[in-house]
């Protein structure tokens, strides 16, 4: 699949990598050329590098990985997006509390390129993580169902199980996560590991056991 990357920074050279190892073509958009060259080469496997248009209308499809700020100005930049699956990574959250910016990104982004078909995704893990080969987690994406799918192939080719959350309407619930997450990570020690907010699935479903005699919890 050919795949653009609008932006030069540490999603884009994150998943570009996966992706381009995976054997798919990667062009990389940005406003700075020498940066976009710089990532490419970083990346490897033939990426090439070009504008945030160039990169838009290389892609089928198109991972968005700027800061909230600058998303109205590259989605200017890029143009019409019809038919491309935008995958939608950003935060729209702020420091020091982790509060949302707006209620979704995604939702926005897909009011601004109507004819895009967004799917947000890989806004919950830092870019670190996505460098893992694979990266041990699971991926949620919100998104219409064929356009889903076709993220969903890029996941499972990461290394990763795709986790369907439903359509775009949810994505604010997951940029909700990851700002409520971010806020418990840089809360400091007091705060507590945010590791265990989500438990072993088995543990999930299960429960831990027959509850005690004379426990009062339901
Ligand atoms: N980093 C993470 O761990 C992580 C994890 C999950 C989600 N995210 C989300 O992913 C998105 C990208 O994060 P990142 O860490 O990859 O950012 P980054 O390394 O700072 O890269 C951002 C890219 O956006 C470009 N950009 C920013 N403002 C622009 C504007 N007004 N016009 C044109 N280009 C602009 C930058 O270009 P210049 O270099 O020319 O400024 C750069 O290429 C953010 O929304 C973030 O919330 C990040």
Known sequence: MRIGLLGAGNMAGALGEQWARAGHEVLVGARDPGKAAALAERIGY?????????????????????????????LEAAGPLDGRVLIDCTN?????????????????????????????????????????????VGVPLCGDAEAVAVVAGLVREMGCAPLHGGGLERAGL?????????????????????RGMFPPIKIAAEGVGPIAAGSTSR
């Open 46 to 74: 033939g990426a090439r590098s070009g504008t945030f248009r160039e990169a838009a209308e290389f892609g089928e499809a198109v991972l968005l990985a700027v800061w909230y700020e600058g998303v109205a100005d590259v």
């Open 92 to 136: 729209a959250t702020a420091p020091p509390d982790f509060t949302l910016r707006t209620p979704s990104v995604a939702g926005w982004i897909a009011e601004r390129v109507p004819g895009a078909r967004v799917v947000k995704a890989f806004n919950l893990c830092h870019e670190s993580v996505w460098r893992l080969a694979p990266p041990p």
């Open 174 to 194: 997951l940029e909700a996560t990851a700002a409520f997450a971010l806020g418990v990570y840089f809360g400091g020690p007091e705060v507590g590991d945010p």
